[in-house]
């Protein structure tokens, strides 16, 4: 069993160094400034001011409704805000969706957003295609690209690649999310609890691909699972109320008494 274990972990390293290797190195990073969300009256995000550097694995965490997901919102361009979001060198607040996808922006929702109908290989390629000009875009590819083999594999979905995506277990359908961003070539990955519903292999799988995936994009993670969050995490940010109550290490975020006091150690685990 030991040795199957061993040589299960020894192909997923191989998996994703192949990953790391398509990266590129990119001196891309989020700059958030002044950042202020209300709806109605009600501030839901108040004058924040977050640096994410390329390399570096963020985890935002924080109670419910403490502004995490608004934050990811604006910066995709799904709610209104002021201040000023950059990422590598582009303004994102103000612009439509789309127009954020294609400045290498892609993010996730807690419940995967794959077409459910089309195969697993289709989506990707529906992905893959989004940069195309739009008469490209439309047109089926006779092959599946080399880039998307290799996604496959990374994202252990090879032998699902004909199967529609609505019949994955939950797992899966978050690893072809994620697939998808990186066949869209997104440099900022937003994902929104990633690993919500998945078995402990499942866990550990998502994280060592995120792990590799972060050292040359800039990812940011919403998450409350903690026990993940103390496995995978390079930094924390840590929202409360729509502000900054405390940034830094893992060790440190757990050594912080007012962190503890108003999250850690409330329950919400």
């Known amino acids: 069993m030991k040795d199957e274990l061993a040589e299960e972990r020894?192909?997923?390293?191989?998996?994703?160094?192949?990953?790391?290797?398509?990266?590129?190195?990119?001196?891309?990073?989020?700059?958030?400034?002044?950042?202020?969300?209300?709806?109605?009256?009600?501030?839901?995000?108040?004058?924040?001011d977050l640096t994410v550097m390329h390399g570096d694995l963020r985890f935002l965490i924080g109670p419910n409704g403490a502004g995490k997901t608004t934050i990811i919102d604006a910066i995709t361009g799904?709610?209104?805000?002021?201040?000023?979001?950059?990422?590598?060198?582009?303004?994102?607040?103000?612009?439509k969706p789309n127009d954020i996808v294609k400045l290498g922006v892609g993010r996730t929702f807690q419940t995967a957003s794959v077409v459910e109908e089309l195969s697993v290989v289709r989506n990707?390629?529906?992905?893959?295609g989004f940069r195309k000009k739009t008469r490209e875009f439309f047109k089926r590819p006779d092959t599946v690209s080399q880039n998307l083999l290799d996604l496959m594999d990374i994202c252990n979905l090879t032998e699902d690649a004909d199967k529609p995506a609505g019949i994955l277990p939950h797992g899966k359908k978050q690893w072809l999310e994620i697939g998808m961003l990186l066949a869209q070539d997104?440099?900022?990955?937003?994902?929104?609890?990633?690993?919500?519903?998945?078995?402990?292999?499942?866990?550990?799988?998502?994280?060592?691909?995120?792990?590799?995936?972060?050292?040359?994009?800039?990812v940011i993670i919403v998450e409350h699972d903690m026990e993940f969050m103390r496995q995978f995490a390079d930094s924390v940010t840590v929202l409360n109320q729509g502000q900054i109550l405390a940034e830094g290490s893992v060790e440190e975020i757990q050594n912080n008494e007012e962190v503890v006091r108003i999250y850690l150690g409330g329950g919400d685990q």
């Open 78 to 95: 799904l709610v209104p805000a002021t201040g000023s979001a950059m990422f590598g060198g582009e303004q994102l607040l103000g612009r």
């Open 124 to 128: 990707l390629q529906i992905a893959e």
């Open 186 to 218: 997104a440099h900022l990955l937003l994902l929104d609890e990633p690993v919500a519903g998945m078995t402990p292999a499942e866990r550990q799988a998502t994280g060592e691909l995120l792990r590799r995936v972060s050292r040359n994009r800039t």
């Open 10 to 48: 020894r192909k997923l390293d191989e998996q994703i160094a192949a990953l790391g290797e398509k990266g590129g190195a990119w001196n891309d990073y989020l700059e958030i400034r002044g950042l202020h969300v209300e709806f109605d009256g009600f501030v839901a995000v108040k004058d924040i």
